[in-house]
């Protein structure tokens, strides 16, 4: 066993590891991610998760439910650290994985992955308490400094392929539509759906809508010839004539939301990244901004980043043909929150946030698309596959949303037992929702 295996072995225990180990990693991690744009290129299928904060066990249930690494390929939107009382093994355990399995986990940086903001809200502690020094926080920091400031999954389905935990009721109950939303609990049931109609003709106005004629046939069994060859909207559909070319947009994720100095994502490539987060700029915004019921910008309450409205997010989303905004940075009650038609989704993956908040916590997984061909056109060298770009640009061209499967988790039990009993309760983990909107570093 290598000493990298070692190491996810003993963190997966919440145990950290030596120094030295720790200063290895980091710098094996730095490396890695010095190669990285600032945004990075995911392709679906892939699991998208928010905040963790620190909260170890509850990262291990995550893991528990949306499958292990390197079998699930993971997209971490942030704030790694601060708040919980294991921010440092959750951490490392999550870099650990990336440096172990490059290609099936990718971490881009929160507000929190920061000097200032590690130094109020509990690492900087958490590191001199566990190593008596700070220097493994300061191996830390020069890793934040490197992580990616965004994402771009690719090659997503707009449908789900329904999870065969559907009860005989429901499914009798199925409209006529794709599968476009799932609700999952932790025992993998789904708990509510959503449909998304079928287009029929180029009459049909409405915008949420997708002609998938012929019908994709999921139950045929693997190397059984599929009864059309071509893409969707080629000729396959025998309405070819007013039918709509349709592709799934890509899916941008980042910490906390869009920035008025920044209109494209090409415009985010250009940003220098590594350094610390400043207090002002693209790159703070891209890490501190929320989405709120607004036309426009609006001040942030927090003291550092914007508050968009739905209007910002539709004009982003159709100039740089994106379909979904992914963040994190704001807790939700129910784990996930769409907003403005499903133009973005806040994800939050910490389940009873600061132990106290009594949240439960969401991931999102996007499957990957199979609708040209699917496993045949695979096997055949990709020929025909969709690379989630669309093919044919004489066509009116209507990008929708993936479909997105939402696996909704609590808080692990053992958490609580890991609380230290006797020592006073530190600031930072008496949250109070709103509490943390005001920032007192930045901006004071
Ligand atoms: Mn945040």
């Known amino acids: 066993m290598s000493d990298l295996d070692r190491a996810i072995v003993q963190l997966r225990a919440c145990r950290p590891i030596p120094e030295p180990q720790v200063r290895e990693l980091c710098y ?63 951490f490392l355990l999550l870099l650990c994985l990336k440096v172990r399995y490059p290609d099936r986990i990718t971490l881009i940086r929160g507000n929190h992955e920061s000097r ?41 389905s707009s449908e789900l392929v329904p999870l065969g935990t559907l009860n005989d009721a429901a499914q009798s109950a199925m409209p006529d539509g794709e599968l476009e939303t799932e609700v999952l609990n932790s025992k993998g049931e789904v708990t509510s759906v959503t449909y998304r109609k079928i287009l029929r003709s180029s009459s049909d106005t409405s915008t949420d809508t997708r002609d998938i004629s012929p019908p994709r046939d999921i139950s045929a069994p ?10 969707a909207g080629t000729g396959a559909t025998g309405d070819s004539s007013g039918s709509l070319s349709t592709t799934t947009g ?58 968009f409205g739905g209007d910002i997010v539709k004009h982003f989303n159709h100039k740089n043909d994106l379909s979904l905004i992914a963040r994190a940075h704001q807790l939700v009650m129910e784990g996930y929150k769409e907003m403005f038609d499903g133009g973005i989704v806040t994800v939050w993956s910490a389940p009873n946030y600061c132990y106290r908040c009594g949240n439960v916590a969401a991931i999102l997984d996007l499957g990957e698309d199979a609708s040209n061909g699917g496993t045949v056109a695979r096997s055949n060298g990709d020929y025909g596959r969709s690379n989630g770009i669309s093919r044919n640009e004489s066509m009116e061209r209507r990008i929708v949303g993936p479909g997105r499967r939402y696996r ?9 037992r890991g609380m230290p009993a006797k020592k006073p309760v530190a600031d930072y983990f008496l949250y109070v929702p709103g509490e943390e909107l005001v920032q007192p570093v930045i901006g004071t």
Request: net charge negative; hydrophobic share 40%.
């Open 28 to 90: 094996k991690a730095r490396e890695l991610l010095i190669e990285e744009g600032n945004v990075v290129s995911v392709d679906a299928p892939v699991t998208i998760c928010g905040d963790i904060h620190g909260q170890f066990h509850d990262l291990m249930e995550l893991f528990r439910v949306g499958g292990d690494v390197p079998d699930t390929n993971y997209l971490f939107m942030g704030d790694f650290v601060d708040r919980g009382f294991y921010s440092l093994e959750s």
């Open 116 to 156: 200032q903001i590690t130094t109020v809200y509990g690492f900087y502690d958490e590191c001199i308490r566990k190593y008596g020094s700070a220097n493994v926080w300061r191996y830390c920091c020069e890793v934040f400094d490197y992580l990616a400031l965004g994402a771009l999954v690719l090659g997503a």
């Open 222 to 231: 693997p190397g059984e010839t599929p009864s059309r060859t071509g893409p």
């Open 250 to 307: 890509a899916v941008l994720c980042v910490h906390g939301g869009l920035s008025p100095l920044v209109d494209s994502v090409d415009k985010i490539r250009l940003i220098d990244r590594k350094q610390e987060v400043p207090h002002e700029g693209a790159m703070c915004d891209l890490l501190w901004s929320d989405p709120d019921e607004i036309e426009g910008w609006g001040l942030s309450p927090r003291g550092a980043g914007f508050l």
């Open 408 to 416: 909704v988790f609590e808080a692990a039990a053992q958490d609580t």
